[in-house]
């Protein structure tokens, strides 16, 4: 690969990992997830992301690890390849936003629970509550249809 196209590539991994620092995950999770969005080929070795993001082989090791908890890459095994190679997981971010709306319809149940305990308080105490608990219903409710226009979209590009 031409180091400018390389370079450009590398960059491209950086923001991911800065954006995933804004959002309290390791920033090195996200260069190797964001290589892992453009390399070529798709698959890559611990030793390969380790070059591209400029990193340790134990550090692309851990983070791998994590971005395989939260769904964004898996591990596959080639024949005639000795270390395990890494790619992004297909379908990968709908689960990670699936697996949020299940922590939303936790958080309602919590926020309904509170709002019992504040069942004779002046509706000025629980609004702050019901504000949240009605946004935790709305989104159960037009998620699922969202989610299954988007695979409707998918499906019929051909991906």
């Not at 964001?34 to 380790?50: H, K, M, N, S, Y």
């Not at 319809?105 to 608990?133: D, F, M, V």
Request: glycine share 8%; aromatic share 10%.
């Amino acid at each position: 690969m031409a180091k400018e196209a390389q370079d450009k590539k590398t960059e491209f991994a950086e923001e991911f990992g800065i954006f995933f620092e804004k959002m309290g995950f390791p920033r090195m999770a996200g260069r190797i997830w964001g290589w892992l969005l453009v390399c070529d080929p798709p698959e890559q070795t611990a030793a390969q992301i380790a070059q591209a993001v400029r990193a340790s082989r134990a550090s692309v090791s851990t983070m791998s690890r994590l971005l395989m908890q939260l769904w964004l890459v898996e591990r596959v095994g080639r024949p005639g390849v000795r270390s395990g190679l890494y790619r992004v997981k297909a379908g990968g971010f709908t689960e990670v936003l699936r697996m949020k709306m299940q922590f939303t319809g936790e958080l309602r149940k919590i926020a309904e629970r509170g709002l019992s305990l504040l069942s004779k308080q002046p509706s000025e105490i629980r609004h702050r509550l019901e504000e949240y608990r009605d946004l935790c219903v709305f989104f159960e409710r037009e998620f699922p249809a969202l989610i299954a226009k988007w695979e409707r979209e998918r499906k019929r590009k051909g991906k």
